[in-house]
């Protein structure tokens, strides 16, 4: 896409953008003798460092080094890494690569059509296994001299905001600079097919919880009627004191949602504490160490909280009612022994 002075001057008045990076991306073959590897190949500017997270994961404390357009350096992830069997910051050894470059034809012509150059390697990240197996970094200059590029074409542009919960508000202001033409994306919206997994998983968690309840509600229905069965003579003292058939259901509706309201809080409490100490102290670890920390994350969200409450207390509620309606629809008398 081209990207003009003036759309690139008025994105830099935007208050809320900290910093922005112009990338150009292309899937790209990287080989090291008989190793090989097809990555997508980011052609970065400066601002990349302060944009992405990629300088501060580095391996080995290695060197955030992209080189020039004539001796350009490759960062990869970790996959990538391995695939191509090498050490990124110790490799001694020249990478060759290959781009396809911008065609005026329709038929490939392979020797006017890829470019072949090499490359070093100079440092490896690893962030998250789904990025550290598919991407590689380098200068921009050299990516699009190899691609044939025009100064004023990339493939996006990354923006970094002061404050990430701006970002509804700034895509907007974004959108009328660049046009309907150009696609704006948060990173969820980037990285939708992970976040909707996530997602998923949460929900999934959710009807575990709701299965769980509804057994426990079978637990609760037994109880309340064993109760309502021992304390048929108590109704009848009661009823005969006045006591109406909706006073004697209120009872038991409230001896059910009282047993909820215990089990539910203390669940919730415990909950509550489990999650603190995991956020203070890190006593869930994930393993296979495919990602960039080496412990479960948790986010309290109060809407969670509020979901479980609620349903905590319909679930109770319906099977408060049946017993207590039960009990409200017995025939009261009183015998003397």
């Not at 970002?167 to 600079?177: D, N, R, Y």
Request: net charge neutral.
């Amino acid at each position: 896409m081209i990207i003009s002075n003036e759309q690139l001057q008025k994105l830099r008045g935007i208050d809320g953008v900290k910093n922005f990076s112009l990338v150009v991306e292309e899937k790209a073959m990287v080989q090291n003798g008989d190793y090989q590897s097809v990555i997508y190949l980011k052609g970065v500017d400066e601002n990349y460092r302060y944009v992405s997270g990629v300088a501060d994961n580095l391996l080995d404390d290695a060197t955030y080094d992209l080189g020039n357009e004539e001796a350009p350096k490759l960062i990869v992830g970790a996959g990538v890494e391995g695939a191509l069997g090498i050490r990124a910051d110790k490799n001694i050894f020249l990478l060759k690569i290959y781009l396809p470059r911008k065609s005026t034809t329709e038929q490939i012509n392979f020797l006017e059509d890829i470019s072949n150059d090499t490359i070093r390697s100079s440092a490896a990240f690893k962030i998250q296994q789904d990025f550290d197996n598919k991407y590689g970094i380098t200068n921009i200059d050299f990516v699009k001299k190899s691609m044939k590029l025009a100064d004023s074409e990339y493939s996006a542009v990354e923006i970094a905001l002061r404050n990430p919960a701006d970002a509804g508000k700034l895509k907007k202001k974004v959108k009328e600079i660049f046009g309907n033409k150009y696609q704006v994306q948060n990173k969820y919206e980037q990285n939708r097919n992970l976040y909707a997994v996530m997602n998923l998983e949460r929900w999934v968690i959710y009807g575990v919880l709701c299965l769980i309840l509804v057994v426990a509600a079978f637990n609760m229905i037994g109880a309340l009627t064993m109760l309502v069965l021992e304390k048929q003579k108590d109704m009848s003292v009661l009823h005969a004191l006045g006591g109406s058939k909706v006073f004697i259901q209120r009872i038991f509706l409230s001896e059910g949602l009282l047993l909820a309201i215990i089990g539910g809080g203390a669940g919730m409490l415990l909950a509550l504490l489990v999650a603190e100490l995991q956020i203070r102290y890190h006593i869930i670890p994930l393993t296979g160490g495919s990602f960039l920390i080496d412990y479960f994350p948790v986010k309290l969200r109060v809407n969670d909280f509020l979901l479980v409450g609620v349903t905590v207390f319909i679930i109770a509620l319906i099977a408060s009612w049946i017993p207590a309606r039960k009990a409200a629809m017995q025939e009261f008398s009183l015998r003397s022994e």
